[in-house]
């Protein structure tokens, strides 16, 4: 089999020409094209005793995808959530190489025919206010670590970044002056602004110091370590402070609160206070209005109101009186009062 047909030297082109310097993905995406490749020529090495070196594009048949899949779901225990997006980077690999060797688009072709699995929807996380409140008043404010750590939660919950945003925020990403304000950077490069509340951009003046005038370059968020702090530094948070909750509200034990449960929890507690569906995915940066209708599924308290507004009422009875938050214009000052 000729050389140009190893597998490898296409590898190396499509990461560094189509997945960087063409398409310009952003630094999670490569990485991912770049772990799920890796696990296929672990796979291919294993399985078809074959060194990663010499496998050749001939072999990578569709049949050697499937069972990668497979084994990756059923050896892995990966999520039919991630072997899609393994199967995506395999497609996005082949669709480079098709273009590349016109004899191999047939190959290609039928790498590309394989479908996604449907994966079943999960319930969508988010916490009340009384557990939203928990989480804020665990970390201790007299102590450097702890303004930190309140300010981060305060910031996540305010904002519904996702943990990549929030690590990465800087102090030129911040208005703190008569209108605050945070520009983050979401998924596909996408830029947005949300306003801060009042309170939000005082503790972060706070945690900054002198800092807040200085280089506009320097990270938000620290570790204790006094490195920027990263996503895994943002979860590891989370999950120690909902350790310490739970202790006093109970309905927060068993429960795997992450970032992301805090941003459900922005866009749910943002319904409530009766915003618009249009301005919650603008918040939140969604790509898809789909993606944010799924908020007004899952909020219970929203459904038994519209219920309610619904019921027969005996003549003796005053009709529920409509929840106090439908009214409520006042988007910041309804979320500070919740």
Same mark, same amino acid.
């Given at each position: 089999m000729?050389?140009?047909?190893?597998?490898g030297s296409f590898v190396r082109r499509f990461l560094l020409e189509e997945v960087v310097a063409d398409r310009n993905l952003t630094r999670n995406t490569q990485r991912s094209y770049r772990d799920a490749?890796?696990?296929?020529?672990?796979? #291919?090495?294993?399985?078809?005793?074959?060194? /990663?070196?010499?496998?050749?594009?001939?072999?990578?048949?569709?049949t050697v995808v499937?069972?990668?899949?497979?084994? #990756?779901?059923?050896?892995?225990?990966?999520?039919?959530?991630?072997?899609?997006?393994?199967?995506?980077? #395999?497609?996005?690999?082949?669709?480079? #190489?098709?273009?590349?060797? /016109?004899?191999?688009?047939e190959q290609a072709t039928h790498i590309q025919a394989i479908p996604p699995r449907r994966a079943p929807t999960a319930v969508m996380p988010y916490l009340d206010k009384n557990e939203i409140d928990t989480l804020l008043a665990v970390p201790n404010r007299q102590r450097a670590q702890g303004r930190r750590d309140y300010a981060l939660l305060l910031f996540l919950y305010n904002t519904g970044a996702r943990a990549t945003e929030a690590a990465s925020v800087t102090?030129?990403?911040?208005?703190?002056?008569?209108?605050?304000?945070?520009?983050?950077?979401?998924?596909?490069?996408?830029?947005?602004?949300? /306003?801060?509340?009042?309170?939000?951009?005082?503790?972060?003046?706070?945690?900054?110091?002198?800092?807040?005038?200085?280089?506009?370059?320097?990270p938000v968020f620290l570790n204790v370590r006094g490195k920027p702090i990263t996503r895994f530094g943002i979860h590891a948070l989370l999950t120690r402070t909902v350790g310490k909750a739970a202790a006093t509200t109970p309905s927060l034990k068993g429960k795997r609160v992450s970032p992301h449960t805090i941003r459900h929890t922005t866009a749910v507690h943002l319904l409530r206070a009766g915003v618009d569906i249009n301005t919650i995915r603008a918040w939140l940066g969604h790509v898809s209005l789909e993606t944010t209708n799924r908020y007004a599924e899952v909020d219970l308290e929203m459904k038994a109101a519209a219920l309610e507004t619904c019921a027969v009422h005996h003549e003796d009875e005053e009709p529920n009186q409509v929840p106090h938050w439908r009214g409520d214009t006042n988007l910041l000052g309804f979320l500070m009062s919740l």
């Open positions: 000729a050389d140009h047909h190893l597998l490749i890796r696990l296929l020529f672990g796979f #291919i090495a294993e399985h078809h005793a074959t060194d /990663p070196t010499r496998v050749t594009v001939e072999q990578v048949t569709a499937r069972a990668f899949l497979v084994y #990756i779901e059923q050896e892995r225990g990966n999520s039919v959530t991630t072997r899609n997006q393994r199967l995506a980077a #395999i497609h996005s690999l082949f669709r480079f #190489i098709g273009r590349q060797v /016109p004899e191999l688009i102090v030129g990403n911040l208005v703190l002056g008569a209108a605050p304000a945070a520009h983050l950077l979401g998924k596909g490069r996408k830029k947005r602004v949300c /306003p801060l509340w009042a309170h939000t951009a005082d503790v972060l003046r706070d945690l900054l110091g002198t800092q807040a005038q200085g280089p506009q370059d320097v």
